[in-house]
Each structure stands twice: as C-alpha cells, then as structure tokens.
C-alpha cells in the first residue's frame, strides 16, 4: 500500500510530505517533499498557540491548514504518484500531555481536496487511554531499527529532541522513549530562521554558568515517560536567555551545548549502542560534534545511513502510523507513552 | 444495528442520547434520555464560543466533553442495552457557514470510555464540499418521511424553526430545506426559562402592529437556502420588543404568533402536505393552534405519531447519520445544504 505521511512540527518549518510504500513489514520511502509555511500562517498558527486568541481564529485556520495539507499532498502525488492513504499529523496548538491535546488541520478538507482517505487526530486516543499522546514515533522506530544484538537509540532532533531507545532484542513493550529536552527551538528562536551549519553556534563561547543553571532543571533528571514542548521551550525561555545580556552567538552557542547535553544525559544510561539521528538538528555539524564529545561509547549515524531519509523521518511515521490504523492495529506504545494499554490511534475520515 | 446518537445544541441545555435500532431502512427508537449541562459545563462552553479565549481552554474542554458525551452514552446504554455505533455531533462552538465550523467533545475520549467506534464532526466535509454544513437532519427526515403520493414537510422547533419539506415522491435532491425563523428562542428569552404550556401566551393579546412590523423582515420572503441564528433572534431582538412598552405576556403573545406565522409562510406554498412537527415547541399548544389556524389545508401531527419521539428526532439523526458514515453512504442533501456533492459525513474513531 503507497502511503503519504504528513508532518508538520513545532519549528513551524512547514508541512513534510513523504510517500511510503509499506508492504506488511517492508517500509520504503517512495519520496520526500517539503512545502514551507509562508510567514503570514506560520503568525497566524503561533497566534492561535497557548496564547489567548479567538475561537474564529482557530476555526479558519483549521480549515486553512486543511487547503494547504491537501496542497502539499497533491505536490507530491504529481511528483512521486498517486497514494492510497494519507496520515496526517495537523499542526500542534495546544498539548498538555496526560490531559489534553490539540491538533488542527482540518481532515475533511484534506480528503475532499484529494479523494484519499485521511487518518488524523493520532494523540488523543492515547491521552483518552492515559498516555502523554507523545511520543508516537517510537512504535515506527522499533519497526525500523530493532536488533537483535545491538541496543538502538533513535534520536530525533526536531523543535523538541526525543530519543526511542530499543535494547538489544527487547519486545515493542520494553522499549523507553521520552522528550530529552530542546532540539533546534531555542536556537531557531535566538537566531532565526536557524543557524545555518552552526555557524553562529560555532563563533560563539559557551557560558558554562548559563549551561549549568539551565541543566539543573529537573526534568533532565526526571524519570520516563516525560515530554517537553513549546510551553517549556517558547518565548519565555528565550526572553530568560536574552535577559542575560550575553552576545546573540554566545547564547546560541550555550542552547546548542544545552540540546547535544540533554541528550547525552538521556542516551548515556543506555551504555554501548547505536544512536540513529534524524531531524533538523542532523545538518548542524555543532550539535553532533558535541553529542559525539559527550558520548564517547556510542556509535553515532543517521536514520539516512539506515534507508530512512533523516529529513523525512518523521512523515515516514505518521504513514505507517495511518497504515496500522488503516489496517486496525494498536500504534501507540505503553512503555513510552504511559498509556493503560496499547490502542488504534487516530480518527478515518474516508 | 443499534446506535447511539448524541446531540447538544445551541441551547446548551445538555446532551441528549437516543438509542436507534437500525436495519435497512428500518428506524426505530430503542429509547431516549436527556442529560442536563451543569451551569459550569454551560458557562465554559459559553466562554469558548465565537468569543476572546484561550486555545488551553478549548483544548481542555474539547476532552471534558468528551467525559460528560461517555457517560451520557454509557447511562442510556445501562438503561436501553448496549450499541455498535456512536455518533456524536458534538458542541458547536463556532460555525461560519460555507466556510468553517468547530465541534468539540473529543471522539477519542467517547471511543475509549465506552469501547464502542465513534462517527463524529459530520458538518466539516459538506463545508469541504462547498457546502453550509447545514442542515444535515433532512437527510433522515427524507429516510423517515417521504411518501409516494403525499408531500411531507418535517417542521423543528427548537431555538430556531426549521423545515425539510419533501414534495410526494420525490428524489432526495429534490428536498427543500431551510430556517423558517424564530422557534422558541424569543419566546424563551421573554418569559425565562420558558412559557409552560404556553400559559403566558393565552394570558396576552397578539398586538398586530407590532406583529406586522416584525413580519416585514425581508428573511421570511427570501428563497432557500437560508439560514437564522442567534444573531438575528438574540439579545438585540428581545431588546427591540421589551423597547415598546407592552405587556410581558403581549409581547409572549406576539412573539408566540409569529412563530407560528413564519413556519405558516414558509409551508403554505406547498399547498397540501402533511406537516410533521418535532423539537420543544411541540409542547406549546399556542403555537401549535396558531399553526391550525394558519394552514387549514395542511394536516398537522408530531413525529411522535410516525414513531420518531418529537423531542428526541435531533439526537436519532446523528444516530442515523452515523449508521449511513459506517456504511460509506454519502448523508448530506446538496439541494439543503449548498455543497457540490453529497459525501460521507464525519470521522470514524474505532
């Protein structure tokens, strides 16, 4: 079955389309495409995001977000072939993991616009069963990267970082996975759109008494399942940084040490093991230079070195996330969402 | 088949459950309760709708909703016996017609509470389609109603009144749907909660001035598709009567009369027909003799006499609505609602 994926994350960066080919346990990646948000609707979703607002306002942007999800598809049809299912992630505006969550992009419109049905709405029915909601994608990552004799550490540095991490020949029901803290969102927001190459990062100094303020948060040491998002991570965090006074790249160069730590802090319990990395953060040569300093046991790759697009990763996800729903199969993992027991996720819109 | 079909209306007085038995098209009522909103519930929905809020509250009330949904579904399925199917039509709290609309009360949470698939947010693919997302009761009034050689015209009076009038032996995309005007909702807002048995409006005298004045509204003339709200009937009409000077009871009494003459201008052009009147103004005897008296050539009788409980006929809809979405039918009337097509309505949550 051909499988469109659709995500679009906290960076805001746009919507990533990718086109799957799943056949029972094989999962390839027919092709990947990326349609950025203009600036008016990346504004318009931060000003309907945890911020006081209209109802009107989230009512036309979910039905805006549809015309342009069902856009983005459509690009990638013509370029990669017609698809059978789509699953579609929405855009975040509010998640308050165990409690509540709030995806929008409106299903209906995606399916009316392409004829294909839709699955959406993948976190609720994990927070309904008294899970996070998050992280979804561990399920994918164990599908794709689970070995026999080797512990794998997915690792995903969008917005937020995440890692999945898969022991050596463990059941889907013994695999952890949890938000290890900032991914690229501190730096996108220091120094947008992003600090291209790390560059900034790279011309900066590290003000360690920053960095070890900033590492005493307790959620670094925070037991599993824990997950962070743009609450944790938004405006204020950055206007905390800003008001120390220090040079934009200087602080640049403290969060980029800040998102390789965190994560280190998360991987090293694991001990020898594969860390697999996606997301953004993989073009910052900064973040992995310093994950592979602070990580000297771990055997560094990206999901690309596995056949798995590092950028497309996470679409990749959510098409084998629809195709399980599709297909009636639980897709959540207990173990890394906290949910009572594992459940179909999402809602079909045909 | 049996379903459950959930209703909370604009009213917001609570959510109302009908139990249906389904088979072909076969549809009968298993049994109905009403579960009241607590004043809590009531404010909160109020303070999302179409207002200045907080994207937290909504997501928070969108799964609190979905709680009070499964347990107003689980009360009537410890009284009636369980069901297949639910469909949930969910609370409005915005609706800009053609364009978008939001229903909260979050399916996941229904689906998971009862362990019974969840059919829900049925109006988004008929605005997808080009459509006003309603109104999608006609469908069922032309399952239920329609006779080879009779013209029925099914009548609601709710807040608003509504009719489908379904000519003899037509085609469902020959049905005519539309807001007649005002139901109970300035009558309501005149005599709080309500005028019992229409006591107030026997007690007054129909000032026909005003009456005619009030008649002029070009709306009642203009042709379908149309619809009324609380905009037209809300707080500023109410305002506009009480600014007269009359009597409360006169002003009950007029407003009682013109209920009953708008839904008589819209049904007279069909000439004939049997009128098949639902909703809470079924209980006003006023506006049901002043609805004799207008249409002498129309017989009048409630859905309660064709099998179809007259105040739980909102809440069998979405059962049946629901049916039609597991079936893959397509259940919205282009000729109603505007939209390009007809298309299978809602999102199924497994």
């Given at each position: 079955?051909?499988?469109?994926g659709v995500m679009s994350g906290?960076?805001?960066?746009?919507i990533d389309?990718?086109?799957?080919?799943?056949?029972?346990?094989?999962?390839?990646?027919?092709?990947?495409?990326?349609?950025?948000?203009?600036?008016?609707?990346?504004?318009?979703?931060?000003?309907?995001?945890?911020?006081?607002?209209?109802?009107?306002?989230?009512?036309?942007?979910?039905?805006?977000?549809?015309?342009?999800y069902?856009?983005?598809?459509?690009?990638?049809?013509?370029?990669?072939?017609?698809?059978?299912?789509i699953g579609c992630h929405g855009q975040t505006?509010?998640?308050?993991?165990?409690?509540?969550?709030?995806q929008?992009g409106?299903?209906?419109?995606?399916?009316?616009?392409?004829?294909?049905?839709?699955v959406s709405n993948f976190r609720?029915?994990?927070?309904?069963?008294?899970?996070?909601?998050?992280?979804l994608v561990?399920?994918?990552?164990?599908?794709?990267?689970?070995?026999?004799?080797?512990?794998?550490?997915?690792?995903?540095?969008?917005?937020?970082?995440?890692?999945?991490?898969?022991?050596?020949?463990?059941?889907?029901?013994?695999?952890?996975?949890?938000?290890?803290?900032?991914?690229?969102?501190?730096?996108?927001?220091?120094?947008?759109?992003?600090?291209?190459?790390?560059?900034?990062?790279?011309?900066?100094?590290?003000?360690?008494?920053?960095?070890?303020?900033?590492?005493?948060?307790?959620?670094?040491?925070?037991?599993?399942?824990?997950?962070?998002?743009?609450?944790?991570?938004?405006?204020?965090?950055?206007?905390?940084?800003?008001?120390?006074?220090?040079?934009?790249?200087?602080?640049?160069?403290?969060?980029?040490?800040?998102?390789?730590?965190?994560?280190?802090?998360?991987?090293?319990?694991?001990?020898?093991?594969?860390?697999?990395?996606?997301?953004?953060?993989?073009?910052?040569?900064?973040?992995?230079?310093?994950?592979?300093?602070?990580?000297?046991?771990?055997?560094?790759?990206?999901?690309?070195?596995?056949?798995?697009?590092?950028?497309?990763?996470e679409a990749?996800a959510f098409a084998?996330l629809a195709?399980?729903?599709?297909?009636?199969?639980?897709?959540?993992?207990?173990?890394?969402?906290?949910?009572?027991?594992?459940?179909?996720?999402g809602?079909?819109?045909?």
């Amino acid at each position: 079955m051909r499988v469109a994926g659709v995500m679009s994350g906290t960076s805001l960066d746009g919507i990533d389309v990718a086109i799957v080919e799943i056949a029972g346990r094989r999962i390839e990646t027919v092709g990947f495409q990326s349609t950025p948000y203009s600036a008016a609707t990346r504004a318009a979703i931060l000003a309907v995001s945890d911020a006081a607002t209209h109802t009107s306002a989230i009512s036309r942007l979910n039905f805006q977000l549809g015309e342009l999800y069902a856009r983005a598809v459509l690009r990638a049809v013509r370029r990669f072939g017609p698809v059978k299912l789509i699953g579609c992630h929405g855009q975040t505006i509010y998640h308050e993991g165990a409690k509540n969550t709030l995806q929008i992009g409106e299903a209906a419109v995606i399916a009316e616009r392409t004829g294909v049905p839709v699955v959406s709405n993948f976190r609720a029915r994990d927070i309904a069963a008294g899970g996070q909601g998050a992280p979804l994608v561990p399920y994918v990552d164990y599908l794709l990267f689970r070995h026999p004799k080797r512990t794998r550490i997915a690792l995903n540095i969008g917005g937020i970082a995440n890692i999945t991490a898969i022991p050596a020949g463990v059941a889907a029901n013994k695999v952890v996975a949890f938000d290890t803290g900032p991914g690229n969102m501190v730096i996108d927001a220091l120094a947008p759109p992003y600090d291209r190459g790390g560059r900034i990062a790279a011309r900066g100094r590290v003000n360690t008494a920053l960095l070890d303020e900033l590492l005493a948060d307790s959620y670094y040491r925070r037991k599993a399942p824990k997950s962070a998002g743009r609450e944790q991570y938004g405006a204020a965090f950055v206007a905390r940084l800003n008001k120390t006074g220090l040079p934009m790249e200087d602080l640049v160069a403290t969060a980029t040490v800040l998102t390789a730590a965190t994560i280190a802090l998360a991987v090293r319990p694991f001990g020898l093991a594969d860390l697999i990395a996606s997301g953004g953060g993989v073009h910052n040569p900064q973040i992995m230079a310093h994950l592979a300093g602070f990580l000297p046991d771990v055997a560094i790759s990206t999901s690309t070195d596995h056949g798995i697009d590092a950028d497309a990763k996470e679409a990749v996800a959510f098409a084998v996330l629809a195709y399980e729903t599709w297909r009636g199969r639980p897709a959540n993992l207990p173990s890394a969402t906290g949910a009572c027991r594992a459940v179909v996720l999402g809602t079909l819109t045909v």
